[in-house]
């Protein structure tokens, strides 16, 4: 045990004018902040703050360093973020390449020092400075509606986020809502494991600078380093946490053998470290400080609140933070055995957090008892808000169906939790523009999707029929998308006059069975093994309808690109495809009909078949109908601005209490 010292003494001690670069050698870089020095704290890892290769924040020098103290007397601690290390302003133009001049960086400065002084709720550096030119100049009312009335400090704590990484739509929601919340006005941070497979898509972290700034983190019984590495793009910090347990073929999960044994250890890694990087980094110039709102996806973060309220708070650390847990799919739980819990860096009275123990009838023999950690019951019980992808899938996490064994803890916390559809990048998937598809069209003019069609018919080698009604489904080849249920299906869907084309990988046996149905039927049936997203979006553009026959789908994103794309989309009626997709009803006042596709339930061969013989009937027959289907899809507003607005709201109610775990 040793004494924490006072801020000044600690700031002595580490400019010393024979020393180049500082190192911080207490337990939590927060503990500066601490008004009570003398309380007295247990060192369990250090923590080396220096400078930034090729420009990263945080450069320091034996000439150009400097040391700032910030809030030094303020008994409320909220806001204050104890020394800042902050390089010269010069040093800070590569990092945040400059579209102005040095004294408007000056001036960035000024205005975000004197914030800290008035105890303002939350630092952006990179927009308080464009703020004051449109200000200046009058432009900023229709920028005003955009902004947030309370903009706030957030860190997203994600296993993939695109384009970086992405293996679903977790990889889409991480790396589109951050910069909607960022264009709102937030200062928005993503933490995510730098993976390095050895291939050409390693080349997509080359915009990203070393910092030199890395963490040693006490966990599995030895000290882990941990190095960071930071790129700002699109108003976001894109930071990436660095090991070598990142560094390996496969995706972030597993390889062609399975998923990868470690897991548990390269997933605590991530959520130790991003607890430290708003600390310890100072992105601009600022770190993020104590008082930030941590959004953590799936169990890959689920460590992060339990280490706020286990190792944090108890020292006065992260008091003012909040944490919301989203969840995009809830059948991975993160659990492993019990006698894995010493290695997650945990007090040993925190135990029960995670502890999680199998009925009997899962248990693998006699003398199995079953206890196990689940690290996303571990997030369920000490978050302050969860969050689902969909409405839909918010209620279906509460029953036994859905709940995969959480649904009674699930069910305790009801009050707080909320479901929000994801958007979709409308720039990305645009009809009107999208550079892989042969021709555009838009809700003003379709002509040019049947020759998209044709196109796609032409490529795949159907025979060119544009008053054929085109099928398609896109998606992974598993029990979860339905793919049991299109195979039972596919002898009689096929005696109908339509075609039918896939697009997806998986399990072996369902790709062969692609490639031996195309054999079967070449004048009517194509199957793509593997994923192209070119092809995906022309196969969305070229299809009249979209097949979706998921078992559960939390949101589910292709319906949403058919219905931009004037494709009609037939699901099952579960989560977030129930959310999305409304009944056509013919009936409806106004003799134009309402809805935008059809859903049918439950989900087997004879109500997936009925509900697509009434699809294609609508197509031959009534094409007034099928055009008013088309249409009010495309006019379905699933931007990523319209989410951000919904998230912005759970992010107000987190902060209205106390941390749920104090």
């Known amino acids: 045990m040793e004494s924490l010292q006072s801020p000044l003494l600690l700031s002595s001690k580490l400019l010393p004018s024979s020393v180049k670069k500082p ?3 207490v337990g939590f870089a927060s503990l500066f902040n601490q008004r009570r020095v003398s309380r007295s704290v247990s060192v369990k890892r250090s923590v080396v703050c220096c400078s930034s290769k090729g420009g990263g924040s945080g450069s320091g020098s034996q000439d150009g360093f400097s040391a700032t103290l910030v809030n030094s007397e303020k008994k409320d601690s909220s806001n204050s973020v104890g020394l800042r290390l902050v390089p010269p302003p010069s040093e800070l133009q590569s990092l945040y390449p400059a579209k102005d001049i040095l004294e408007e960086k000056l001036t960035r400065n000024m205005v975000l020092f004197h914030a800290l ?58 790396g589109s809502l951050p910069i909607a919340l960022a264009a709102r006005g937030h200062r928005v941070m993503v933490v995510s494991p730098r993976y390095q497979n050895g291939t050409s898509s390693d080349k997509i972290f080359s915009g990203a600078s070393k910092l030199e700034c890395s963490i040693k983190v006490h966990c599995f019984g030895r ?21 070598p347990s990142y560094h390996r073929q496969g995706n972030p999960y597993g390889d062609g053998y399975g998923a990868f044994g470690d897991n548990q250890f390269r997933f605590t890694l991530l959520c130790h470290a991003a607890c430290e990087a708003p600390l310890v980094l100072p992105l601009g110039g600022f770190t993020y400080g104590e008082k930030c709102l941590f959004l953590v996806n799936d169990w890959h973060a689920g460590l992060v609140p339990v280490l706020l309220a286990a190792k944090y708070r108890p020292h006065g650390v992260y008091k003012d933070a909040r944490s919301v847990l989203v969840i995009h799919n809830l059948a991975h739980q993160g659990v492993e055995p019990a006698v894995t819990y010493s290695n997650l860096g945990l007090p040993p009275e925190w135990y029960g957090a995670v502890e999680w123990v199998f009925p009997t009838w899962a248990r693998t023999h006699a003398l199995d008892t079953g206890q196990a950690v689940n690290t996303l019951k571990g997030a369920v019980v000490t978050v ?30 009801k009050a707080v939790i909320n479901g929000i559809t994801n958007g979709i990048d409308v720039s990305e998937w645009d009809p009107s ?15 040019a999707k049947v020759q998209c069609k044709i196109a796609l018919q032409k490529e795949l080698g159907l025979p060119i029929r544009p008053d054929c009604p085109l099928i398609g489904f896109i998606g992974r080849l598993d029990y979860q998308k339905g793919i049991d249920v299109i195979r039972l299906a596919t ?106 596709g059809w859903t049918f339930s439950p989900l087997s061969k004879e109500t997936m078949l009925a509900a697509l013989r009434v699809a294609i009937s609508t197509y031959r027959e009534n094409k007034p109908s099928w055009e008013g289907l088309m249409k009010r899809g495309m006019e379905m507003d699933y931007t990523w601005d319209k989410a951000a607005l919904q998230y912005e709201q759970v992010f107000d109610w987190a902060f209205m209490d106390p941390p749920y775990v104090n």
Request: charged share 25%; with cysteine; proline share 5%.
């Open 223 to 243: 000290v882990q380093e941990v190095s960071f590495f930071h790129e700002y793009r699109a108003g976001v910090d894109w930071v990436f946490v660095d090991h």
């Open 433 to 447: 523009s999208d550079e892989h598809i042969p021709f555009h069209y838009s809700i003003d003019d379709l002509s």
């Open 23 to 25: 190192v911080l050698e």
């Open 491 to 596: 002898p009689e869907l096929m005696r109908e006059d339509v075609q039918f084309v896939m697009l997806g990988s998986g399990n072996p046996e369902d790709e062969e069975w692609m490639r031996a149905t195309e054999s079967t039927y070449k004048e009517k049936f194509r199957g793509w093994v593997g994923f192209n997203i070119p092809i995906s979006h022309r196969i969305t553009a070229g299809c009249d309808i979209l097949l979706m026959p998921s078992r559960f789908e939390p949101c589910g994103l292709n319906q949403l690109y058919a219905m931009r794309y004037g494709t009609v989309p037939v699901v099952h009626g579960t989560g977030g495809l129930r959310d999305t997709v409304q009944n056509f009803n013919p009936d409806a006042p106004g003799g134009s009909g309402e809805g935008t």
């Open 384 to 413: 302050d808000r969860i969050l689902t992808v969909s409405k839909g899938y918010a209620w279906e996490i509460t029953t036994p169906e859905g709940g995969y064994g959480l649904h009674e803890l699930l069910t305790s916390r």
């Open 117 to 174: 002084e008035r105890n303002d709720e939350v630092i952006n550096p990179h927009e308080k400075l464009s703020t004051q030119k449109e200000a200046e100049t009058g432009d900023s009312e229709g920028e005003d509606k955009r902004k947030a009335k309370v903009t706030r400090n957030i860190v997203f704590v994600t296993s993939e986020s695109a384009p970086y990484s992405k293996t679903g739509g977790l990889g889409d929601v991480c």
